[in-house]
């Protein structure tokens, strides 16, 4: 089956650039999502179609696809954003939806 | 404003079935593709199931397919997801989520979520 890889943890200070990636076979030919998951709440789209931002979500997130690998960047993390980051795309056949492991994304 | 309410999680045991309901609201329901996806505990998130806005389409999970039916109604503005032989493995927090854009009949991507209903599976 398929299978999208991300790095389970990344570690950045508040300030810094953080980079969370997300590789699938299927990724050049499917869009990536990404959501933000803090403790205890559902799911929120940070990302959407590789690299648009719906309305609300701050402009220090950002998106890009090239080849077999997404990244979700959030420029100038803040203690806030703090939380796990998912993934999600598509297989080849768009009959099956599939999410990365997840990222544990920590600000400190 | 956009929201969607699940309801209909609780304890079974396990062989047993449940039906679980997700409200729709503040968008044209009938228009749009919907997904189930469920996240175990402390485990990450798992796509379940598509069904298109005028239900020709639908898709499963592996996991869950022969055993899980969703459906919709969208006079009703309500998705569902019926779940037979339950298993240990099926416990989980069921979100039900919003594809996008409007009218497709492909497993896009989710822009809405729902805050979910817990299912435990256990004897």
């Known amino acids: 089956s398929y299978e999208l890889t991300q790095p389970p943890s990344v570690s950045v200070s508040p300030g810094q650039t953080a980079r969370i990636t997300c590789s699938g076979d299927?990724?050049?030919?499917?869009?990536a999502y990404w959501y933000q998951q803090k403790s205890g709440q559902a799911p929120v789209v940070v990302i959407h179609?590789?690299?648009k931002r719906p309305s609300g979500i701050p402009e220090r997130f950002s998106g890009s696809s090239s080849g077999t690998m997404a990244t979700l960047t959030i420029s100038g993390a803040q203690v806030e954003d703090e939380a796990d980051y998912y993934c999600?795309?598509?297989?080849?056949?768009?009959?099956?939806?599939?999410f990365g492991g997840g990222t544990k994304l920590t600000v400190l | 404003e956009v929201q969607l309410v699940e309801s209909g999680g609780g304890l079974v045991k396990p062989g047993g079935s449940l039906r679980l309901s997700c409200a729709a609201s503040?968008?044209?329901?009938?228009?749009?593709?919907m997904n189930w996806v469920r996240q175990a505990p402390g485990k990450g998130l798992e796509w379940v199931s598509f069904?298109?806005?005028?239900?020709?389409?639908?898709y499963y999970a592996d996991s869950v397919k022969g055993r899980f039916t969703i459906s919709r109604d969208n006079a009703k503005k309500s998705l569902y997801l019926q779940m037979n032989s339950l298993r240990a493995e099926d416990t989980a927090v069921y979100y039900c989520?919003?594809?996008?854009?409007?009218?497709?009949?492909?497993?896009?991507?989710?822009?809405?979520w729902g805050q979910g209903t817990l299912v435990t599976v256990s004897s």
């Open positions: 503040g968008f044209t329901f009938s228009n749009y593709s």
């Open positions: 299927a990724l050049p030919k499917k869009y």
């Open positions: 179609e590789d690299s």
């Open positions: 989520a919003r594809d996008t854009p409007p009218f497709n009949i492909a497993v896009l991507g989710t822009d809405y």
């Open positions: 069904i298109s806005y005028s239900s020709s389409y639908i």
């Open positions: 999600y795309s598509t297989d080849s056949s768009g009959n099956h939806g599939v």
